[in-house]
């Protein structure tokens, strides 16, 4: 991968959300939650699939801070408008572990 400048990377909007709601997906072609996750006042709830069912259950994650790029355009998948991406990292397994401020921090607040 090469090189970007800062420029480039300010370019992509990054904020701590909170997931309000998750769901089984049944409908996603890999074992999938829907997530509802506040951004904060500015961008209200959005919605989002991920693919986190290894490490977390739905009954765990409301309440979860996460963080989210929030500036991709919405996508389709199967029946759900992802409007956020939530980030996550692989473990030794290739599984995802969502990313996550670890002090408390406001809901909306800009990775910088």
Do not use: C
Not at 46 to 70: E, F, N, P
């Amino acid at each position: 991968m090469g090189e970007i400048t800062f420029d480039d990377f300010m370019a992509v909007d990054i904020r701590v959300g909170q997931i309000t709601r998750a769901e089984p997906f049944p409908e996603a072609r890999k074992p999938a939650y829907k997530l509802w996750v506040d951004m904060g006042p500015e961008l209200g709830v959005k919605k989002s699939s991920a693919q986190i069912t290894v490490h977390y259950d739905v009954d765990t994650l409301v309440g979860r801070k996460v963080m989210a790029v929030v500036n991709f355009p919405p996508r389709q998948i199967g029946p759900v408008m992802s409007e956020v991406l939530v980030l996550g990292v692989p473990d030794p397994d290739g599984e995802v572990v969502l990313l996550k401020p670890d002090l408390d921090v406001p809901i909306g607040g800009r990775l910088f």
